[in-house]
């Protein structure tokens, strides 16, 4: 620690201004800020406000009187902008003698009044308190968020008229970042929550330097408590994440004090043989705690992302104070920002950074520029399995061939013989005809090791979600769900073509427990009296029926065979269109949605317009209409295409309705016609969600 020393104060220019983003005097002293990510950006965080700038204050200090020679605060800026500190003869205004090294302190977003602040050790003593530190960006909800930043280093004046500083910003919070994997056996999961308990809310402006640690650690500390209150998370489909933040803190000697994240899932059972209290169709809410960092870790330093990977696939406690059984948990650490050297104590621990863990490939066969690695010892790497889904929904391994791909580590220049840091690097093979290959490879150094999980898509491809059961969005219609709930009126459960269908496995009863019979397949289920009220009753097993899956078709790229696009103009009456296009993204019905022929285009287009289905994870698939003519000649195609092995023959009949309100053959040994397979169109949100999921 350097000695602090207090002398009189020469303040070359003071004041705020606003920054223009160009420099047009000759003779000049100038500052960028920059905030530079020392990891490739998603696109969240782009609207996070991680990086916005709405204010700068810049101290230039002598190196050997630590008399400060210039301040000055800026407003308005942007992230790279170069701003004007001082203009004309600011050498010698500012007593500024070329040759010489000052130093430069920047601070951005301070909440306090900084230009009276004017030597080292107020600057030092200087703290900033936000209570929703924890709190991410919110466009209605937390729209002033910002994110302090400060900057310490040296700068020697040249003889140049006109000079820039460039100042590498890093952030004063730690960011934590959980990503949630969530699939009970015998469970659905409706839509967690989380909290955040043991976060500091509190700072010093600065943290380690550039070039000497002489500000120290973070000593200011209060640790905040959401308490009772629970937050959303983004995500869907059993896949979630969690983005929150908290200055820097620590806890060797107060465990209590760890920071740990509570999640609570609503789990709603779906087979009355899985583990766990409660009935088919009950909901019960399951908490699970996540602390931040691994046990033998006992601090959150500022400015480092903090990565967790959290696979819960067991039930949790049905109290917030027991939390249950221990959630399998990956971490992951790297820096935020680049600006302050990455400091870790190697002789006193060994660490293992890999980033990102989960990667998509489209439409590609090579990447060696995406998954970073860096490590206290010597890396290598072993892929562990690669395999796909086929069309019955059963992992296929793939061991060698044209398929398997080959995955080594590129070391970094200077790393060569320690072999500790890098890049990854992918050769995926060929592609696996109309699915997802995946690539599972692990990095191990000394006793740490972590599992990457790479997904590689052709241009077209196939993948499934799940279906549970169907039913129609009329009035009076039965859910399967609500209504094994006792209820006083009776539900609708079939018309002249459709009977609302539910699929079931591991131990099934007749009526709705009794019985016991074993089967995985599909039944109908009916709305049925007994003691004066009404419930879902499963009714008669469709034995002959047992996919479930509502295949998803995405489509990358046209040919000479179809348009890509999206049906833009259905008749609000008729529900029909004369559009013939494929969308790039649409999924269809599974076995749950099953009909007699229909006689007219008409009435299956309505069909489809009314016809709802809902996922083993408990979403609710709406918005169905009958497919294109170019859509059914698509599935076709796949369906009889003796190169794949993802999806089955789902068009048997021998013609179907399209949207055109025509048939379009699609069976040639089947002269039966009148079918339906309804379709939906998925959001990009949607897309993203299926992508984004390690399995």
Not at 570 to 588: C, G, H, R, Y
Request: net charge negative.
């Amino acid at each position: 620690m350097l000695t602090l020393l207090i002398g009189a104060l020469f303040t070359g220019c003071t004041g705020e201004e606003n920054l223009d983003g160009t420099i047009a005097q000759e003779e000049s002293l100038n500052i960028s800020p920059q905030v530079i990510e020392a990891k490739t950006r998603t696109a969240s965080d782009v609207s996070l406000n991680e990086s916005l700038l709405t204010k700068l204050d810049v101290k230039l200090f002598g190196k050997d009187d630590e008399q400060i020679r210039l301040s000055k605060q800026l407003s308005q800026l942007s992230n790279g902008t170069t701003a004007l500190l001082d203009q004309g003869n600011w050498k010698d205004r500012n007593d500024l003698v070329e040759g010489k090294t000052y130093q430069i302190l920047a601070i951005a977003n301070a909440t306090a009044n900084l230009q009276g602040t004017n030597t080292l050790e107020d600057l030092s003593q200087c703290v900033q308190t936000d209570a929703d530190i924890w709190k991410p960006y919110h466009a209605t909800s937390n729209k002033g968020k910002t994110f302090l930043m400060s900057s310490a280093t040296d700068y020697q004046i040249t003889s140049s008229a006109t000079q820039t500083i460039q100042a590498s910003l890093s952030r004063a919070a730690a960011k934590i970042l959980v990503k949630l994997s969530i699939a009970v056996p015998g469970y659905t999961v409706g839509q967690p929550t989380w909290s955040f308990k043991n976060y500091n809310t509190k700072t010093t402006l600065f943290g380690e330097a550039n070039t000497e640690t002489f500000f120290g650690d973070n000593t200011a500390k209060a640790l905040g408590n959401m308490g009772d209150s629970y937050e959303s998370m983004q995500g869907s489909d059993g896949n979630f994440t969690i983005t929150t933040y908290s200055y820097a803190t620590s806890w060797k000697d107060t465990p209590e004090e760890t920071p740990t994240i509570t999640v609570k899932v609503p789990l709603i059972k779906v087979d009355e043989s899985a583990e766990g209290e409660g009935e088919v169709g009950e909901t019960i809410n399951n908490f699970y705690s996540i602390p931040v960092r691994e046990t033998s870790e006992t601090e959150l330093r500022r400015n480092y992302l903090y990565m967790v990977n959290a696979n819960i696939t067991n039930l949790g406690s049905s109290t917030e104070i027991n939390y249950g059984t221990p959630v399998d948990l990956k971490y992951d650490v790297m820096k935020w920002a680049e600006g302050e050297e990455t400091i870790i104590n190697a002789d006193k621990q060994s660490y293992l950074l890999v980033s990102p863990t989960f990667h998509i490939m489209r439409n590609e066969t090579v990447d060696n520029k995406t998954i970073h690695f860096y490590a206290s010892d010597a890396c290598t790497v072993k892929i562990d399995e690669v395999y796909y889904y086929d069309k019955n929904g059963e992992k296929q391994t793939i061991k060698n061939g044209k398929l398997y791909p080959q995955v080594n580590l590129d070391f970094a220049n200077g790393h060569t013989e320690k072999k500790d840091q890098g890049l990854v690097n992918i050769e995926a093979g060929e592609f696996v005809p109309l699915t997802v290959k995946f690539i599972k490879f692990t990095i191990t150094s000394g006793n740490k090791s972590q599992q990457v999980t790479v997904k590689q898509y052709p241009l077209e491809y196939i993948q499934a979600i799940d279906g549970w059961y169907s039913t129609k969005d009329l009035d009076g219609w039965i859910d399967w769900k609500t209504h094994q709930e006792s209820h006083d009126s009776w539900k609708k459960s079939s018309d002249d073509n459709f009977q609302a269908k539910v699929y079931t496995y591991g131990s099934v009863g007749g009526g709705i427990f009794g019985g016991g019979t074993k089967g995985t397949y599909i039944w109908e289920y009916d709305d049925a009296r007994s003691n004066g009220k009404y419930k879902a009753t499963l009714s008669s097993a469709q034995t002959e029926k047992s996919n479930n899956h509502m295949y998803v078709v995405q489509i990358t790229q046209a040919n000479d065979n179809y348009t890509i696009g999206h049906v833009n103009n259905i008749d609000a009456n008729t529900k029909l269109s004369l559009e013939d296009v494929v969308s790039p993204a649409f999924a269809l019905a599974s076995q749950l949605g099953t009909v007699t022929a229909f006689g007219n285009g008409v009435n299956a287009s309505k069909h489809c317009d009314d016809y709802v289905e809902v996922g083993l994870d408990g979403k609710r698939y709406d918005n169905w209409r009958l497919p294109t003519e170019s859509e059914i000649n698509v599935i076709v195609s796949y369906q009889y295409d003796k190169n794949q092995d993802v999806v089955t023959e789902v068009l048997r009949g021998g013609s179907y309705w399209a949207l055109s309100g025509k048939q379009v053959k699609a069976n040639s040994s089947n002269r039966n016609g009148g079918y339906v397979r309804c379709v939906r169109d998925l959001s990009p949100e949607e897309v993203t969600a299926l992508e984004n999921k390690n399995e």
